[in-house]
């Protein structure tokens, strides 16, 4: 018989992370040069309502992966990537997001952001935007699972087990930038159980003019002056991709912008 979730365990969390959403919303601010949250610091209705639309759209297969019928909460996520990450970094257990894996400094740097270093977007066979990792160990982490920001640890990766081209939530308009952010997750491991979260964590969005989003050293090109990502920020609205409908289009729900959006 499979072991079943304390349920005393989510009480203790939603408490823990009262407090540790505060502190996380903060010290994002100087992780991976900056982010937006909205009009405060810390979690918004608009915020978590584009990440729970977002969650919901890339809930299915990616169309580059059609065949790949795993929900992303299947308990294999624990165990089919816990040996490829292994010599890159460590699991450990975190008492409010469970089983997680955090990257060594050593491998990927003390400036490291999930989306943004050691990387660039490119377009894959279906034209959807792809994050192309430099690590060799980059196919996991960064087309399953979802990315934290932790106080005292940095970003963490909770397992995921369905695939899409980026775990990421967009902002687009027409004044030039784009903005996105590491999907934050939903989720939790418990007893081998993923367990929904309380409180969704904040998304830190970077932004970048639309004319270097391609570009093979992206992250050279995001914005670190805090006037201008305010502006950015006003001046893009969150990315959800058009759905099918009734007597219109049968295509699949985009994960990412088209180029037209750029």
Not at 164 to 184: D, F, K, L, T
Request: net charge negative; hydrophobic share 40%; aromatic share 16%.
């Amino acid at each position: 018989m499979m072991p079943m979730p304390n349920p005393e365990k989510p009480v203790l969390r939603r408490t823990l992370w009262a407090s540790a959403l505060a502190m996380t919303a903060s010290a994002l601010v100087g992780c991976g040069g900056g982010g937006y949250y909205g009009e405060a610091q810390a979690p918004n209705a608009a915020v978590q309502y584009d990440v729970q639309v977002q969650a919901q759209a890339q809930a299915q297969p990616a169309p580059a992966a059609q065949n790949d019928a795993y929900e992303d909460t299947d308990p294999s996520a624990l165990t089919e990537f816990r040996e490829p990450l292994a010599p890159y970094g460590a699991w450990v257990e975190d008492p409010n997001y469970g089983t997680i894996w955090v990257p060594n400094a050593t491998v990927v740097g003390a400036d490291f952001a999930p989306y943004q270093t050691a990387g660039h977007w490119a377009l894959d066979d279906a034209d959807e935007w792809i994050w192309v990792s430099d690590y060799d160990w980059g196919y996991v982490p960064f087309h399953y699972g979802r990315w934290v920001w932790i106080g005292g640890t940095g970003w963490s990766w909770i397992p995921g087990r369905a695939y899409a081209p980026a775990w990421v939530s967009w902002r687009v308009g027409e004044g030039g930038y784009i903005g996105w952010a590491p999907m934050p997750p939903t989720y939790y491991w418990g007893n081998g159980y993923a367990v929904g979260l309380w409180i969704v964590p904040p998304a830190p969005y970077v932004f970048c003019s639309s004319e270097y989003i391609f570009h093979d050293h992206v992250a050279g090109y995001v914005v670190h002056d805090r006037g201008t990502i305010a502006a950015a920020a006003a001046s893009t609205r969150p990315y959800h991709g058009a759905t099918p409908s009734v007597g219109g289009s049968n295509a699949p729900r985009r994960f990412s912008p088209t180029m037209r959006d750029a």
